[in-house]
């Protein structure tokens, strides 16, 4: 069983960037693929961005592109998102997700979730 904690989140003007993270323990994260999803207040959960075991892969929506990327370092069992150029309409709570796969994309259904991390795009 692999728990995740997000952490990062916060308030910021557009244009401005964040740097999510994601920290994992229990299970053997460095095996999971691991993606971030966000949902917006009244919207459905949407995925982001996800990336492979080993970090080769990796996989955005297309709302994000160039704008976001995704890496994670094994070796401390953290995910991250770097977010730049950011929108009033990346406003969401953004969650990070892990699935024992290696590799996900838009269409995994990842096992293990995390609460979550509110990050607010002011205009």
């Known amino acids: 069983q692999v728990q995740l904690v997000e952490s990062g989140g916060g308030l910021v003007q557009a244009g401005g960037s964040l740097r999510l993270s994601c920290a994992a323990s229990?299970?053997?994260?460095?095996?999971?693929?691991m993606g971030w999803f966000r949902q917006a207040p009244g919207k459905e959960r949407e995925f982001v961005a996800a990336?492979?075991?080993?970090?080769?892969?990796?996989n955005y929506a297309d709302s994000v592109k160039g704008r976001f990327a995704i890496s994670r370092d094994n070796g401390k069992n953290t995910g991250y998102l770097q977010m730049n150029s950011l929108k009033p309409e990346d406003t969401a709570v953004y969650y990070c997700?892990?699935?024992?796969?290696?590799?996900?994309?838009?269409?995994?259904?990842?096992?293990?979730w995390g609460q979550g991390t509110q990050v607010t795009v002011s205009s």
């Open positions: 997700a892990a699935d024992r796969r290696g590799v996900a994309d838009k269409y995994t259904k990842f096992d293990y």
């Open positions: 229990g299970g053997t994260f460095s095996r999971n693929a």
């Open positions: 990336v492979s075991w080993s970090g080769g892969i990796v």
